[in-house]
């Protein structure tokens, strides 16, 4: 089993930043990837960032990001510490969401939301003009 818990959420002004963590813990070994989810009101979820977090894997520290947060989030980890960061800047309204970190035990499609293994709860993000 893995438990993945977010926290860094909260209220910021359009152009503000926020830094979300997700600590990871369990059955680490197992896990591929991780990757940040959000999932807006009445809507899909859609990932936003990955990082291969397997040490084992080629892919080691790799990352990904959907074009609608490219060039303005940074996705990272700490694995001393088995934290995933996102860092994200010049935020705007529609990037208010629900943030979920997922864990996947097999490589594939790192956008298939449905593929995820592990989820966290959530982390509120709100940013209003």
């Known amino acids: 089993q893995v438990q993945l818990v977010e926290s860094g959420g909260g209220s910021v002004q359009v152009g503000g930043s926020l830094t979300l963590s997700c600590e990871v813990t369990?059955?680490?070994?197992?896990?591929?990837?991780v990757t940040w989810i959000r999932q807006f009101p009445g809507k899909p979820r859609e990932a936003v960032a990955s990082?291969?977090?397997?040490?084992?894997?080629?892919?080691?520290?790799?990352?990904i990001y959907d074009t609608s947060v490219l060039g303005r989030c940074t996705i990272s980890q700490d694995r001393d510490k088995n934290i995933v960061y996102l860092q994200m800047n010049n935020l705007y309204p529609d990037d208010t969401a629900t943030y979920y970190c997922a864990a996947r035990l097999q490589r594939g499609n790192w956008d298939r939301v449905d593929a995820y293994q592990y989820w966290g709860r959530g982390t509120q993000v709100t940013v209003s003009s």
């Open positions: 369990g059955a680490i070994s197992t896990i591929n990837r």
């Open positions: 990082i291969y977090f397997s040490i084992a894997s080629t892919y080691y520290g790799s990352t």
